[in-house]
Nanobody
Framework: QIRLVESGGGLVQPGGSLELSCAAS????????MSWHRQAPGKERELVASINGDGDRTKYANSVKGRFTLSRDNIKHTVLLQMTSLKPEDTAVYYC?????????????WGQGTQVNVSS
């Protein structure tokens, strides 16, 4: 079956850095668009960043542009979200997602999430 396993979350001071990883298995990795989403308490889940299967097109939410960098390794079947200059408002559960846009949500798969806490 499809498995997405996130790691790298934790507690960090404002202005600090974290790296989140997502390891994928059970799918043809290069076929899938990979993305990170986050959800803070009382808020809707939002898209943070996405990268296409070939890794040559990347999109970022305006709130993280210039601070976060998304990359993928199609040999290791992993995606990496490098986060710098973290702010308290970045505090959320971060989820890794795999999907095939041409099929709508039919082939959407989600990881279990990893908690990121940025202290005040």
């Amino acid at each position: 079956q499809i498995r997405l396993v996130e790691s790298g979350g934790g507690l960090v001071q404002p202005g600090g850095s974290l790296e989140l990883s997502c390891a994928a298995s059970g799918l043809t990795f290069g076929t899938y668009t990979m993305s990170w989403h986050r959800q803070a308490p009382g808020k809707e889940r939002e898209l943070v960043a996405s990268i296409n299967g070939d890794g040559d097109r990347t999109k970022y939410a305006n709130s993280v542009k210039g601070r976060f960098t998304l990359s993928r390794d199609n040999i290791k079947h992993t995606v990496l979200l490098q986060m710098t200059s973290l702010k308290p408002e970045d505090t959320a559960v971060y989820y890794c997602k795999a999907g095939i846009p041409d099929w709508g949500t039919l082939y959407d798969y989600w990881g279990q999430g990893t908690q990121v806490n940025v202290s005040s």
